[in-house]
């Protein structure tokens, strides 16, 4: 099975690096800048990518990279989280410009990768799974505040619906994903679980992809939620 992994150098991403290498799967890894801790990974089915997401890219480049005409799963993990909520996303102190440096990777840095790689998706019938946040969940939303990773977030669960209904005449499955609170660098290891757990969560919920709605928005523990 063909794997390409945005957002791969570290914290979840390269937990799913991980497994699916465990998996025997041929794996392609992307990472903005720093390499992190793909250059540990000793394994000939493990390729990496330097890729910055919010670069506009061309089959040219996929060409340049040898990706495989065929791929049986996009899992579109990128993400930034931005300012921290009492510093540069509160109501008083949110900018247009972190708005939209954060929805530009968060929500349209997934649409545009899914858009290039689209037809090697296609050509697999295979899955694209989009990894959003349960802080995009409107319902879920008692505390305010971090409206820029909020709102991407929300934005990417939108599109991923949207995406799923347009390529599913293709034969992609689309998924959206929401990890759990993750002991990452992002959550500055605060989390409740660990990588492991959540992938462990979330590659399940990607192998039982045809058990859900499509575009459906699900967490690690398999269950749906509500937006």
């Given at each position: 099975?063909?794997?390409l992994?945005?957002?791969?150098?570290r914290?979840?991403?390269?937990g799913?690096?991980?497994?699916?290498?465990?998996?025997?799967?041929?794996v392609?890894?992307?990472?903005?800048?720093?390499?992190?801790?793909?250059?540990?990974?000793?394994?000939d089915?493990?390729?990496?990518?330097?890729w910055d997401?919010?670069?506009?890219?061309d089959?040219?480049?996929?060409?340049?990279?040898s990706?495989?005409?065929?791929?049986?799963?996009?899992?579109?993990?990128?993400?930034?989280?931005?300012?921290?909520?009492?510093?540069?996303?509160?109501?008083?102190?949110?900018?247009?410009?972190?708005?939209?440096?954060?929805?530009?990777?968060?929500?349209?840095g997934?649409?545009k990768?899914?858009?290039?790689?689209?037809?090697?998706?296609?050509?697999?019938?295979?899955?694209?799974?989009?990894?959003?946040?349960?802080?995009?969940?409107?319902?879920?939303?008692?505390?305010?505040?971090?409206?820029?990773?909020?709102?991407?977030k929300?934005?990417?669960?939108?599109?991923?619906?949207?995406?799923a209904?347009?390529?599913?005449?293709?034969n992609?499955?689309?998924?959206?994903?929401?990890?759990?609170?993750?002991s990452?660098?992002?959550?500055?290891h605060?989390?409740?679980?660990?990588?492991?757990t959540s992938?462990?969560?979330?590659?399940?919920?990607?192998?039982?992809?045809?058990?859900?709605?499509?575009?459906?928005?699900v967490?690690f523990?398999?269950k749906?939620?509500?937006?």
């Amino acid at each position: 099975m063909n794997v390409l992994i945005t957002g791969a150098n570290r914290g979840i991403g390269l937990g799913f690096v991980k497994h699916y290498l465990a998996q025997e799967c041929d794996v392609w890894a992307t990472y903005r800048s720093d390499i992190g801790g793909l250059a540990d990974i000793d394994d000939d089915r493990l390729r990496t990518l330097q890729w910055d997401i919010t670069v506009e890219k061309d089959d040219s480049f996929l060409q340049a990279m040898s990706l495989p005409g065929q791929l049986d799963l996009l899992i579109n993990n990128a993400g930034i989280y931005g300012p921290k909520k009492a510093h540069g996303q509160a109501f008083d102190t949110i900018t247009t410009e972190t708005m939209q440096e954060v929805f530009e990777v968060d929500c349209v840095g997934a649409l545009k990768v899914s858009q290039l790689l689209a037809s090697r998706v296609i050509a697999a019938r295979g899955v694209i799974a989009n990894m959003s946040s349960k802080m995009g969940s409107s319902e879920d939303n008692t505390s305010g505040g971090c409206y820029a990773y909020r709102a991407a977030k929300a934005a990417l669960v939108i599109v991923s619906r949207s995406m799923a209904m347009d390529l599913a005449d293709d034969n992609v499955r689309v998924i959206t994903l929401h990890p759990g609170w993750v002991s990452t660098d992002m959550t500055n290891h605060s989390g409740l679980i660990d990588v492991a757990t959540s992938v462990a969560g979330l590659t399940k919920v990607i192998s039982n992809v045809d058990h859900y709605q499509p575009g459906a928005f699900v967490a690690f523990d398999g269950k749906v939620v509500p937006y």
